[in-house]
């Protein structure tokens, strides 16, 4: 098969040819039919972590299952099924094991950790769905635990009023999926949450309109921003927090709108973030998506992210609530806007990485800043 390789010693990536993989017992062979960018995907480029000479790269995919594994005959279960349309996140190159990713024309994944496309969703959307969805998922439910319509009931902090949840950097994809869930949640738990956001003026309009439909936008560039939102959370603060960017004073500005007692969900170690956890007042919850592959992983700065039953199972059973509970034509997550980049794999590194490197600065328009969307190139 053509893959898209990473040649550690050179840090560039290329296409090349690879022998096809073999799925293991409970294991499904996917022809993988889009691929969608993350961060990790070009910082594991620039910094490689594998310390083989070549390692297929990248993260989220959408295919079909081409072929199951030996202990999957007989499953009850729509994703093991030749043909059946799924979706799903590896972790690539993006540690020092030896798994594959998903920058290829097939992949192997566990049936488990993968949820069924809709007929009326393009592999192109659903392709940008599965890896911040979980990430998002797992702040909203695994980590804040607001209530889940499929995972251990959450408690809500307070039981008086509306719930107040904020959301910095509404229009990253982390951003959509988290306000998704939350309404989620609020549906769950039968309790009105009040949804406050910050994001670009350009997508209020966008974040006003459902599925996301925030009561309350403003703009991050407004000085005035964090007065605000305390205002529209009835002065004290919001209950839950969850800042999507987690970027040094991104961190500090959504701590300063928490109210005493609430809670925080960030997305990067204070390390990477370059934050100082001794100077936020907020219980703050961070993890890593990859817990959800339920396997070690050696990342960054020698640290291990050890392998965790509960979060593997946590993703698991949203895979398979966003397999069961979608409509013909809908998903449960609507993905969010997508630009569909030309070419295929080979395009990757050179129209790609380059949205998220220093390197291009001559943007054409499909090289056009990503803003609010997710780039997504279609493969084979
Ligand atoms: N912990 C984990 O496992 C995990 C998993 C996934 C992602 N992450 C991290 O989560 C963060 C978000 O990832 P993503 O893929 O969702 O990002 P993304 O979609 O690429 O986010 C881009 C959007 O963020 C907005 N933005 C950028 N800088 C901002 C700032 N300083 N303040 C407010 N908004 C800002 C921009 O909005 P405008 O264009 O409208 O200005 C842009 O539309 C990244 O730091 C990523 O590394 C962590």
């Known amino acids: 098969m053509r893959a898209l390789i990473l040649n550690t010693s050179t840090k560039t990536v290329a296409v090349e040819t690879t022998p096809d993989p073999k799925p293991g017992p409970k294991e499904i062979l996917v022809r993988v039919r889009a691929v969608a960018l993350n961060h990790v995907d070009y910082m594991n480029t620039v910094k490689p972590l594998a310390t083989q000479d070549k390692r297929v790269v990248g993260s989220d995919f959408a295919g079909e299952v081409a072929q199951v594994g030996k202990d999957l005959d007989g499953i009850d279960d729509p994703r093991v099924k030749i043909g059946a349309r799924v979706a799903g996140f590896l972790q690539g190159a993006n540690s020092v094991n030896e798994r594959p990713g998903a920058f290829a024309e097939y992949l192997v994944v566990d049936f488990d950790l993968t949820w069924l496309v809709p007929d009326g969703i393009s592999f192109e959307r659903a392709a940008s769905v599965s890896l911040c969805g979980v990430t998002a998922a797992q702040a909203v439910f695994y980590r804040l635990h607001l209530p889940s319509p499929f995972w251990e009931s959450g408690v809500l ?43 670009s003026a350009s997508k209020h309009a966008l974040l006003k309109e459902p599925p996301y439909s925030y009561d309350v936008l403003v703009d991050y560039r ?10 529209a959370a009835g002065g ?28 925080l969900a960030i997305f990067r170690a204070p390390a990477a973030g370059g934050f100082d956890m001794a100077k936020i007042k907020t219980r703050t919850v961070f993890g890593a998506v990859w817990e959800a592959l339920g396997v070690d992983v050696q990342y960054h700065g020698g640290i291990v992210i050890p392998a965790n039953e509960k979060a593997r199972a946590s993703a698991a059973a949203f895979y398979k609530f966003l397999s069961v509970s979608a409509g013909p034509n809908q998903a449960v997550l609507e993905p969010n806007p997508i630009r569909i980049m030309p070419g295929g794999l080979e395009n990757i590194p050179i129209d790609g990485f380059a949205l998220f490197g220093a390197g291009s600065k001559a943007y054409t328009d499909h090289r056009r800043p990503v803003s609010g969307e997710k780039i997504v190139f279609t493969v084979g």
Do not use: C, H, M
Not at 236 to 251: L, N
């Open 236 to 263: 004290d603060g919001v209950q839950y927090a969850i800042d999507a960017i987690s970027q040094g004073d991104t961190v500090y500005n959504t701590d300063s709108v928490v109210q005493a007692g609430g809670k």
């Open 157 to 199: 902090d307070s039981q008086a009023g509306p719930i107040t949840v904020f959301i910095y950097g509404a229009s990253s994809s982390v951003g959509f999926y988290a306000a998704q869930l939350v309404k989620l949640a609020g549906k769950a738990s039968g309790k009105e949450i009040r949804l406050i956001g910050a994001a």
């Open 222 to 231: 407004d000085p005035q921003w964090q007065e605000t939102v305390r205002k």
